[in-house]
């Protein structure tokens, strides 16, 4: 089953009042789904891109030393997208990575975290084929334990990446897709509510590390292990449990306020 709000056409992005309409909208769609539910049945999926470099100088002196950059060469500004998941009860389900290109090596799926899978396309971003292969090898599979009632996936992106073959092993599996209206994940998302902000500055933090001691961008070949890091030091089962909240959908609140100033915070 797959349930989807559309946004009505209109120039850029839409104002607060379209905004509240559209979440009305998918809440009422959400209610007969998530207030029945238990925590553990509800997964949402969303990308990180994440750089191989950080900003072109970083300081290189000790600490109380004066003030030195150096600047870091290399290329290392591809991004890499990320596929993260987890549960509204805290599970964090294995990252799925996006290699721009055609070649999938050996050294570039090496060292990452537990349970990850690589692929590539064309333009390094998780399209159709891609969201079909996670949904398959990584959801089903790492959410077998939970039986019963119909899982519930909460989903970002383009129209492409439903197919008739996704939807039907979401039949066939007992889940139901819930794609999130355009424009509304900063309100509805909650990776983007909560887990992302951690995850950029911890990123952040790594990039400088890796730097500083080896004078350069974060290679392809490096990349997994300091995936495996981040993971390790930035997705925590709380932080999964307050995106979920922030947004009202577990436990189910129809009410609650989405402002941006509500965000969770939590810095590392």
């Excluded at 959400?30 to 750089?51: E, Q, R």
């Excluded at 600047?71 to 389900?93: D, M, P």
């Excluded at 079909?132 to 990446?161: A, C, Q, Y």
Aim: with cysteine; aromatic share 8%; hydrophobic share 35%.
């Amino acid at each position: 089953m797959v349930r989807h709000c559309k946004k009505k056409e209109g120039t850029g992005r839409a104002n607060l009042s379209n905004s509240q309409a559209m979440v009305d909208a998918y809440i009422a769609v959400m209610n007969g789904h998530m207030s029945a539910n238990p925590a553990s049945k509800h997964y949402g999926i969303n990308k990180k891109s994440l750089l191989r470099r950080t900003n072109g100088e970083i300081p290189v002196n000790a600490q109380g030393a004066k003030r030195v950059n150096q600047h870091i060469g290399g290329s290392g500004r591809e991004q890499i997208t990320v596929n993260c998941s987890g549960s509204a009860s805290g599970k964090v389900l294995p990252s799925y990575i996006v290699y721009k290109g055609k070649n999938l090596y050996e050294a570039r799926r090496t060292g990452g975290p537990d349970g990850a899978c690589y692929t590539t396309s064309e333009k390094g971003w998780m399209e159709g084929p891609q969201f079909l292969v996670w949904f398959s090898k990584l959801f089903l599979t790492n959410t077998e334990d939970v039986s019963g009632k119909p899982r519930i996936l909460i989903f970002n992106g383009h129209l492409s990446r439903l197919s008739y073959a996704l939807v039907q092993k979401a039949i066939e599996n007992n889940v139901v897709l819930l794609r999130l209206p355009a424009h509304l994940t900063h309100l509805l998302q909650p990776f983007d509510r909560a887990v992302f902000r951690p995850v950029k500055l911890k990123w952040q933090q790594l990039l400088v590390k890796f730097a500083r001691t080896h004078r350069g961008p974060v290679g392809k070949k490096d990349f997994p292990c300091q995936l495996k890091k981040l993971y390790e030091e930035s997705f925590e089962p709380e932080t999964i449990k307050a995106g979920s909240s922030s947004t009202g959908i577990y436990p189910f609140n129809p009410l609650v306020d989405r402002t941006t100033s509500n965000r969770h915070t939590a810095t590392i």
